[in-house]
């Protein structure tokens, strides 16, 4: 038989050359510097994947960091903590700035650095030797004093929430000087020094005095703070009534052990919270947050607080959007997808799988767009009954529930093509490491191949790609009807939108980092 690699057809002779390999061995297309560090700062949890383990993602994320100039890093730390979240990966991005631009780590500080939480982990990263460096350096210190001095009261109590390092490690590091004897008194306090209990701040009296049980009065302080004392079923459901959206979303189990609900309105009263569109969007909820925090509920909660978490989900993703035209979703539900979305964590390993937001994206797409052809697919496009009606909950499930198989991401493509179809839009939902059409005897990748036969039907076609865990790879180049985004943020649905209405081009997310104000 004839060399196909010699005597292509002049179309695939035209398909753009694969440029790369991807972690499962198949062609692939290699994304520029700084679209990848937007895709792993997007998505990174430093918790290792199914391709890929926790200390080579933390490399990998240097590495690109070192590459992008110290603008376009500072602009990034910026975005993905703003616009995606996202807590660890800001961290990283600022202690690698921290050396490569001191000015400029300076001036962004303060917009990464927004609670004790993203302070913690910037100093864990930055004693950890991983950016270049083990010791914090004078601007650092000085940028890490500034925000222990000038965080309130409230902030504070909730940074001591935590470990390694604790806020107590961080206070011992840096040495911050109080400016008031209150201050001086809470971080005595904080690092288990004698303090003056006269002194305290007043949050941090009520707590000591309902601790040693000359106070009834339930403080107002992080409920983690409270969970090991012997609070009684009315004080819970006080702590209830007074509970943030967040602080909510995450005690709803253990609320319900210490009997909060048994009290009268009180169900009623965070169910109302908990669908609170304001509250939601305060609060910056993430879909899968509300994902993880169904498939942990226990059976015993009130059914009042699982629909309304099904109503929070349908208000999380507001912004998905109605889109024109004819539209084909495709989510991956091969093996590789089954790994935690937010990667191993000893003692600690998130319930929600790569595959279970690829459902819940394929999901609230559909909401919007009833008509959407749903494509999950492996090594092949599997069936999947879904009704528009549904909860984006229920129908992610069905979705989630069809698991297995080798990552073919060809697949939807050459079922339309054999179907003679050409949608619109066509959105994947991916971690992008196709092999089963990795064919050797093409230039291009299986995926490209299949694009450009749709193309031939439908010229103003466009395909937007969303990567769950880059790995700086792609099964599609990024071209004028091509979109390749990361994350798991409701910000991706806004960039679906302006792309599919001609709003962005493909290097349209990357200019939006490059357009953050600093």
């Known amino acids: 038989m004839a060399n ?3 005597f292509a057809s002049r179309a695939e002779r035209l398909l753009p050359r694969a440029t790369a390999t991807n972690a499962a061995g198949a062609k692939a297309y290699a994304s520029g510097a700084e679209h990848r560090l937007a895709q792993l700062a997007m998505t990174g949890t430093f918790g290792g994947g199914y391709y890929q383990d926790a200390q080579a993602e933390v490399s990998t ?26 807590k660890d990966t800001p961290a990283l991005l600022l202690a690698v700035l921290s050396a490569r631009d001191p000015a400029l780590f300076a001036q962004v500080f303060g ?14 990263i930055l004693r950890s030797g991983q950016t270049g460096r083990k010791s ?8 890490v004093q500034h925000w222990l001095n000038t965080a309130t009261d409230a902030q504070l109590l909730a940074a001591s929430v935590g470990k390694a390092p604790s806020l107590a490690d961080v206070i011992r590091m840096v040495h911050p000087k109080p400016g008031t004897a209150e201050r001086e008194a809470f971080y005595a306090w904080l690092i288990g020094k004698p303090a003056d209990t006269a002194a305290l701040p007043r949050l941090v009296q009520d707590l000591l005095a309902f601790r040693a049980g000359t106070s009834a009065q339930v403080p107002d302080v992080p409920f983690q703070m409270l969970a090991d004392l012997p609070l009684t079923p009315d004080q819970w459901a006080d702590v209830a009534r007074k509970g943030s959206w967040q602080m909510l979303r995450q005690g709803l189990n253990m609320l319900d052990r210490k009997g909060a609900f048994t009290k009268p309105g009180v169900v009623d009263h965070v169910a109302g919270l908990l669908r609170d569109p304001g509250r939601i969007r305060t609060a910056k909820a993430l ?29 999380s993703v507001a912004n998905v959007p109605v889109l024109s035209g004819s539209v084909a979703v495709c989510p991956d539900v091969s093996g590789s997808m089954s790994s935690p979305v937010t990667g191993y964590r000893p003692g600690a390993t998130s319930v929600v799988r790569c595959i279970d937001v690829g459902a819940l994206v394929a999901a609230a797409v559909l909401r919007k767009n009833p008509k959407a052809r749903v494509m999950p697919f492996e090594v092949g496009v599997r069936e999947a009954t879904l009704e528009a009606r549904d909860t984006i909950l229920t129908n992610a499930a069905k979705l989630a529930a069809l698991g297995g198989g080798g990552t073919n991401c060809s697949a939807p493509l050459a079922a339309l093509n054999a179907a003679g179809l050409a949608p619109d839009l066509v959105i994947f939902v991916s971690d992008n490491q196709s092999w089963v059409d990795g064919r050797q005897g093409r230039q291009a990748t299986a995926m490209m191949a299949e694009w450009g036969r749709l193309k031939a039907r439908n ?24 979109l390749n985004i990361g994350g798991f943020s409701d910000q991706v649905f806004d960039q679906i939108a302006d792309f599919a209405a001609g709003r962005m081009g493909p290097d349209h997310w990357v200019g939006q980092i490059r357009a953050v104000a600093l």
């Open 4 to 6: 196909k690699s010699v």
């Open 61 to 86: 994320l240097v590495e690109v960091a070192m590459a992008v100039d110290p603008m376009f890093l500072a602009q990034t730390a910026v975005h993905v903590r703003e616009k995606g979240h996202m």
């Open 136 to 143: 914090l350096g004078s601007r650092p210190k000085a940028m």
């Open 111 to 124: 917009r990464v650095v927004t609670s004790g939480k993203v302070l913690r982990s910037f100093v864990q």
């Open 287 to 315: 879909p899968y947050q509300l994902l993880a925090t169904l498939k942990a509920l226990s059976p015993e909660v009130d059914a009042k607080l699982r629909n309304a978490l099904h109503d929070a989900m349908e208000l």
């Open 459 to 482: 010229r103003a076609a466009k395909l937007v790609c969303i990567d769950i865990q880059p790995l700086g790879t792609t099964q599609a180049t990024e071209r004028r009807d091509v």
